[in-house]
């Protein structure tokens, strides 16, 4: 049976959409990232939380690393490393950059670089000898999984509380067990689950297993048949992407309701012989288009991803002590707004009056899909109610109650977390609810697509909702305690770490900002 996402675990108050799924059609917009300077790059990986690409240049033994400029461009930085290497052929990283683990195929031996603080990386061997051929790696439910290609076998690497790495008994062909099925495996993957996928290069499959219990893994059904697959990548919904050198081609599979992966539109054209492949939690592809020299980012514009994309992160970081008056206008009302590094907070004593901030003009597109995307963190769970976010027309005076928004999320001590939408004009839903509420970090997207709206809550869809052509489209964005105007409750005060606007029809980013959110996991 199929593991359930752990983040469901959070609350058994999930409120799942009762409506009709609405699917819009899948338009990857394909984007260079690195197009010069390389080798015959065969592998590439993605930091979730920072945004960093590393690159495994195979044929210049190299692993470079490039962060985000904060306009949708990279910028080189040092190397992880470019000594020593033989023809790397894989690399992954550990979300928040603390392990990049590389394959150096021809040395035979798998490295963790661990970062200094200082720009350089310590080494930390997690495999040096027994192996013949290592080609792919991933980190996921805890540990490195190592694709040991002419050994026919999946390794298994977990770090001990001395910080040292102890191999665990293999995915497949643990040792002293019956020769495995394996021929040739290149690519290896693993989900927030730890369920791990091998790209079987030379049975042209791609197979899944699960953890059954203690370092036991069982297959599942195989995800899908591929000609000569190389890499392998599993996104935050579960969907895999295969790189498929022979047929120049990256190909999507998703799960249908039934548990079996269909396979979707191909990621991109043009490529000529991609290897590595990379998926972050919202759904962005990176590709190591490995004869064409080059590192490709694929970004679906009509969908919603689920995690804050901090490759769109905005110009000001907050390292000041108050907000750029050009994008915010900020009402103290009665309260304090403070400004670091990352977080805006918001507070007040009990009473009538509370602080707001209201974006400058409106962020949001006129027409088409949109995302708003934000993370807040609540500091305290107390009195009536705090909204983190609410989207409405026009903007409530002295930032009171504005009767139905068309979303809003907040946090009270009686009814715990809610993240609300409208179904109508006069009918607002639980897209989300959690109860008991909890001090911590709450990462949504709202999405206003054709018909129909769509939440995302800490990396998992929780609603998706036929929406009355009465409902009004939004257009004003405004952070505040709507829930709490006028009365004499405690106002519970929370910081927003994150925000971003954007079309889902062209991926123009409208607004963005308030720096690099906190690490999420």
């Known amino acids: 049976m199929r593991k359930t996402n752990r983040f469901f675990s959070r609350t058994a108050a999930l409120l799942l959409a009762l409506a009709p799924a609405f699917a819009l059609a899948q338009v990857w917009h394909v984007t260079p990232i690195v197009t010069n300077g390389l080798n015959y790059p065969y592998g590439v990986a993605v930091d979730d939380a920072l945004g960093d690409v590393f690159v495994a240049d195979t044929f210049n033994n190299a692993i470079h690393k490039y962060s985000p400029n904060g306009s949708g461009g990279y910028i080189t930085q040092t190397d992880v490393v470019n000594t020593a290497l033989n023809h790397p052929y894989g690399v992954a990283v550990e979300q928040g950059g603390n392990d990049v683990i590389v394959a150096d195929t021809v040395n035979n031996a798998v490295h963790d670089y661990q970062p200094t603080g200082f720009g350089n990386y310590n080494l930390k061997d997690v495999a040096n000898t027994g192996l013949n051929n290592p080609y792919g790696v991933a980190i996921g ?275 715990g977390y809610r993240v609300e939408t409208l179904t109508s004009a006069t009918n607002q839903i639980y897209a989300y609810q959690q109860n008991p509420p909890q001090a911590m970090l709450h990462d949504v997207e709202y999405c206003w697509l054709p018909s129909v709206t769509e939440v995302w809550v800490d990396g998992v869809k929780t609603s998706s909702q036929a929406r009355g052509t009465d409902v009004p489209r939004p257009d004003s964005l405004w952070f505040g305690n709507p829930e709490n105007a006028g009365g004499s409750a405690a106002w519970t005060p929370f910081t927003l770490n994150g925000v971003e606007v954007r079309s889902l029809v062209t991926d123009e980013i409208f607004a963005n900002g308030f720096g690099s959110a906190p690490t999420y996991q």
């Open 141 to 415: 439910g805890g540990g490195v999984f190592v694709a040991d290609t002419v050994n026919n076998a999946i390794h298994s690497y977990r770090m001990n509380s001395s910080f040292a790495w102890v191999k665990q008994p293999d995915v497949v062909n643990d040792s002293g067990g019956t020769p495995n099925a394996l021929n040739r495996p290149e690519g290896v993957a693993a989900d927030l689950n730890g369920d791990v996928f091998i790209a079987d290069t030379n049975n042209s499959a791609i197979h899944e297993y699960t953890l059954i219990r203690s370092s036991l893994y069982a297959p599942l059904a195989d995800v899908a048949s591929v000609l000569t697959p190389f890499g392998v990548a599993v996104d935050g919904a579960g969907n895999v992407y295969v790189s498929d050198p022979s047929n120049n081609a990256i190909h999507e599979y998703a799960l249908n309701g039934s548990g079996v992966y269909i396979q979707q539109a191909d990621v991109a054209d043009g490529l000529n012989n991609p290897n590595g492949v990379a998926a972050d939690r919202k759904g962005n592809v990176y590709i190591a288009d490995t004869s064409n020299q080059r590192i490709l980012r694929a970004s679906l514009g009509t969908t919603c991803g689920g995690v804050l994309s901090q490759s769109l992160a905005f110009s000001d970081n907050f390292a000041g002590t108050s907000l750029n008056s050009s994008n915010w206008t900020t009402n103290v009302n009665g309260g304090s707004v403070s400004v670091a590094n990352y977080g805006v907070s918001l507070s007040a004593p009990n009473g009538p009056n509370f602080p707001y901030i209201t974006s400058v003009g409106s962020p949001i597109p006129a027409t088409g899909a949109f995302s708003v995307h934000w993370v807040a963190t609540y500091t305290a769970v107390q009195g009536t109610g705090t909204a983190s976010l609410a989207l409405s027309q026009g903007v409530p005076a002295n930032g009171a109650s504005h009767g139905y928004p068309a979303a809003d999320a907040w946090e009270d001590s009686t009814n």
